[in-house]
């Protein structure tokens, strides 16, 4: 079964997951269990890796919205 997302669905979903990962990030809670010299990921990430992450992502889908844009806004035009 496939999910049918629009571009703008996707992109508030990904923005939606980094915002979540900053409220969980920010927490008192979250930075205590970080900074434990028994916390350790098999890449050495860290969440903020993650948002940072989703962030590219976002951005690159922003750049294929704005490249299509241009497209499609020059077809029909002689150039």
């Given at each position: 079964?496939?999910?049918?997302?629009?571009?703008?669905?996707?992109?508030?979903?990904?923005?939606?997951?980094?915002?979540?990962?900053?409220?969980?990030?920010?927490?008192?809670?979250?930075?205590?269990?970080?900074?434990?010299?028994?916390?350790?990921?098999?890449?050495?990430?860290?969440?903020?890796?993650?948002?940072?992450?989703?962030?590219?992502v976002v951005?690159?889908?922003?750049?294929?919205?704005?490249?299509?844009?241009?497209?499609?806004?020059?077809?029909?035009?002689?150039?």
């Amino acid at each position: 079964m496939e999910i049918k997302l629009t571009t703008s669905e996707i992109r508030t979903i990904l923005q939606g997951c980094q915002y979540t990962l900053r409220l969980v990030g920010s927490s008192r809670d979250y930075r205590k269990i970080q900074s434990s010299e028994h916390f350790s990921t098999s890449n050495d990430v860290v969440l903020n890796d993650a948002f940072n992450i989703l962030g590219d992502v976002v951005n690159a889908i922003e750049q294929v919205e704005q490249f299509s844009q241009q497209g499609e806004s020059g077809h029909g035009t002689g150039n």
